[in-house]
């Protein structure tokens, strides 16, 4: 068999209902290039793996199982996925979505192919709450469609299972295996080596979303402490000033977000929600957000008090 062209690199742990229709999505794609399907199951307790072998059987020299003894956790099992990827392209879906459009990895091939200084394509995804069937289209389309591919900038937030990008990262810098937003941290560190396009011409993958999802049905907070603790560590890899200011750019607004989400959203005397009134509806109310999280959360000496403060509030809620 020849080398892939395109390594479909997919990570899955109890997707027993959802597995299936991922790998006939793979299956029916259309290229005029070899692929390989290199899934990487982390020691699920349902039939995945049974399903996966099965898959495996029928398709020997297409999908390549990686079956783990024991839970790796998810960015550690991606991590071993992608280090038996040997394809130049890498396409991301994870087990519980799927694709639709069978010309999809072609079309994104062809424009990488003919556009050497871009190193990333992504394209629109529809989200489906699997527990109501309720659809929502991303907002890609909407804020990309009428822009040229040079004009968006490789970080700019996708979904997972719409990524191929050029096989191009050898060894993961940082805490990479302790994020969770791993394709913001995977698309971060491939703006180093090129940019990126939206192609308008694939049709939307789909992406579920379900109770098991490691980030679907999180609450807010958790978003947003994770956000937090992304943009940070990228902080601590950044390799040049225009990274150092972008990030602390991000991080700022991410640390508003917080402090306001603990403004708003804990019990408080009724002084304290008065005040918080007053200041929600007051034109300073970004610049006291803004001061109030840098000041929380940067001053050396004040970190413990941002802590202490964040802690209370869990406690108050309860």
Same mark, same amino acid.
């Not at 610049?287 to 840098?294: I, K, N, Q, R, V």
């Given at each position: 068999?020849?080398?892939?062209?395109?390594?479909?690199?997919?990570?899955?742990?109890?997707?027993?209902?959802?597995?299936?229709?991922?790998?006939?999505?793979?299956? &029916?794609?259309?290229?005029?290039?070899?692929?390989?399907?290199?899934?990487?199951?982390?020691?699920?307790?349902? +039939?995945?793996?049974?399903?996966?072998?099965?898959? /495996?059987?029928?398709?020997?020299?297409?999908?390549?199982?990686?079956?783990?003894?024991?839970?790796?956790?998810?960015?550690? +099992?991606?991590? +071993?996925?992608? &280090?038996?990827?040997?394809?130049?392209?890498?396409?991301?879906?994870?087990?519980?979505?799927?694709?639709?459009?069978?010309?999809?990895?072609?079309?994104?091939?062809?424009?990488?192919?003919?556009?050497?200084?871009?190193?990333? /394509?992504?394209?629109?995804?529809?989200?489906?709450?699997?527990?109501?069937?309720? %659809?929502?289209?991303?907002?890609?389309?909407?804020?990309?469609?009428?822009?040229?591919?040079? &004009?968006?900038?490789?970080?700019?937030?996708?979904?997972?299972?719409?990524?191929?990008?050029?096989?191009?990262?050898?060894?993961?810098?940082?805490?990479?295996?302790?994020?969770?937003?791993?394709? /913001?941290?995977?698309?971060?560190?491939?703006?180093?080596?090129?940019? /990126?396009?939206?192609?308008?011409?694939?049709?939307?993958?789909?992406?579920? %979303?379900?109770?098991?999802?490691?980030?679907?049905?999180?609450?807010?907070?958790?978003?947003?402490?994770?956000?937090?603790?992304?943009?940070?560590?990228?902080? &601590?890899?950044?390799?040049?000033?225009?990274?150092?200011?972008?990030?602390?750019?991000?991080?700022?607004?991410?640390?508003?977000?917080?402090?306001?989400?603990?403004?708003? +959203?804990?019990?408080?005397?009724?002084?304290?929600?008065?005040?918080?009134?007053?200041?929600?509806?007051?034109?300073?109310?970004?610049?006291?957000?803004?001061?109030?999280?840098?000041?929380?959360?940067?001053?050396?000496?004040?970190?413990?008090?941002?802590?202490?403060?964040?802690?209370?509030?869990?406690?108050?809620?309860?």
């Amino acid at each position: 068999m020849s080398e892939p062209v395109v390594s479909i690199m997919v990570i899955t742990y109890n997707q027993e209902q959802f597995i299936s229709d991922a790998i006939e999505s793979f299956i &029916e794609q259309k290229c005029n290039f070899p692929l390989e399907i290199v899934i990487g199951d982390d020691c699920s307790t349902d +039939n995945t793996q049974n399903i996966i072998r099965e898959y /495996s059987s029928k398709y020997p020299t297409l999908i390549k199982p990686i079956l783990n003894p024991v839970n790796l956790g998810p960015l550690p +099992n991606a991590i +071993n996925v992608l &280090e038996h990827c040997t394809g130049k392209y890498i396409a991301l879906c994870e087990g519980d979505d799927f694709w639709i459009d069978p010309l999809k990895l072609q079309k994104q091939v062809d424009f990488l192919e003919q556009n050497n200084e871009y190193v990333l /394509s992504f394209h629109n995804v529809i989200a489906v709450n699997v527990i109501d069937d309720k %659809r929502t289209r991303t907002e890609l389309e909407r804020e990309l469609f009428n822009k040229k591919p040079e &004009e968006i900038p490789v970080e700019h937030p996708t979904h997972t299972s719409s990524m191929l990008f050029r096989n191009v990262i050898g060894i993961f810098p940082g805490d990479f295996n302790k994020i969770i937003s791993g394709d /913001s941290y995977l698309q971060f560190i491939l703006a180093r080596y090129g940019k /990126s396009t939206f192609q308008k011409n694939i049709y939307p993958n789909v992406r579920r %979303r379900h109770p098991q999802s490691i980030w679907s049905y999180k609450d807010q907070e958790y978003k947003i402490e994770q956000g937090i603790y992304l943009y940070e560590r990228l902080l &601590e890899i950044a390799i040049n000033k225009n990274e150092v200011k972008y990030l602390n750019k991000i991080l700022i607004k991410h640390r508003i977000r917080y402090v306001k989400f603990l403004w708003t +959203n804990r019990r408080k005397p009724e002084s304290m929600v008065t005040l918080n009134k007053t200041i929600k509806e007051a034109w300073i109310s970004r610049l006291f957000c803004y001061l109030l999280a840098y000041f929380l959360t940067t001053m050396p000496l004040v970190s413990p008090a941002y802590k202490y403060f964040k802690n209370s509030a869990r406690t108050r809620l309860k």
